[in-house]
C-alpha cells in the first residue's frame, strides 16, 4: 500500500552502492513515489538536477566513492529542495551548514527512510 505523503512524488536518490541504491529505488517505488535516478556520483547527480524541473526531496548518500555529495546538497539547497542525507557518520562529520540536515543511518530500511521523507514533504519544509 502507497504512502500518502510519497504518492507522486519525485524523489531523487544518490547512492554509489547499487544493492543499496536498488533497494532503496524499489522501497520509494512501491510507496508510490518517481524515483530520479539513482545516480552514483556528484557530476551525475548534478546533471540530472539541472535536467530536471521538479524534485519534491532528495536522499544523498555523504561518501560517494570517496567524492563528498555536499555540492550536490548545496545545489539542492538553492532550488529549495529538501533533502536528507544516508549514512554511516555520525552527525559531527557533516560541514557546519548542514548541521540541520535530516539524515538516516546505514544500512537504510524503507520504513526509516519513509517516516523521514514524509515530513520533508510537508509544504514548510526546507532542506
Same mark, same amino acid.
Given at each position: 500500500m502507497?504512502?500518502?505523503?510519497l504518492? =507522486?512524488?519525485?524523489?531523487?536518490?544518490?547512492?554509489?552502492e547499487?544493492?543499496?541504491?536498488?533497494?532503496?529505488?524499489?522501497?520509494?517505488?512501491?510507496?508510490?513515489?518517481?524515483?530520479l =535516478?539513482?545516480?552514483?556520483?556528484?557530476?551525475?547527480a548534478?546533471?540530472?538536477i539541472?535536467?530536471?524541473?521538479?524534485?519534491?526531496?532528495?536522499?544523498?548518500?555523504i561518501?560517494?566513492?570517496g567524492?563528498?555529495?555536499?555540492?550536490?546538497a548545496d545545489?539542492?539547497?538553492?532550488?529549495?529542495v529538501?533533502?536528507?542525507?544516508a549514512?554511516?557518520?555520525d552527525q559531527?562529520?557533516l560541514p557546519?551548514?548542514?548541521?540541520?540536515?535530516?539524515?538516516?543511518?546505514k544500512?537504510?530500511?524503507?520504513?526509516?527512510?519513509?517516516?523521514?521523507?514524509?515530513?520533508l514533504?510537508e509544504p514548510?519544509?526546507v532542506g
Amino acid at each position: 500500500m502507497a504512502e500518502p505523503a510519497l504518492e =507522486g512524488m519525485r524523489i531523487l536518490v544518490v547512492e554509489d552502492e547499487y544493492l543499496l541504491a536498488d533497494d532503496l529505488r524499489d522501497a520509494l517505488t512501491e510507496a508510490g513515489a518517481v524515483v530520479l =535516478g539513482p545516480v552514483p556520483s556528484v557530476g551525475e547527480a548534478q546533471a540530472l538536477i539541472a535536467g530536471e524541473a521538479l524534485i519534491d526531496a532528495a536522499v544523498l548518500d555523504i561518501n560517494l566513492r570517496g567524492e563528498m555529495v555536499f555540492p550536490v546538497a548545496d545545489t539542492l539547497r538553492a532550488r529549495g529542495v529538501p533533502f536528507a542525507f544516508a549514512t554511516g557518520y555520525d552527525q559531527w562529520a557533516l560541514p557546519e551548514r548542514f548541521t540541520g540536515a535530516p539524515r538516516v543511518e546505514k544500512p537504510l530500511k524503507g520504513a526509516k527512510v519513509m517516516s523521514l521523507l514524509g515530513p520533508l514533504l510537508e509544504p514548510s519544509a526546507v532542506g
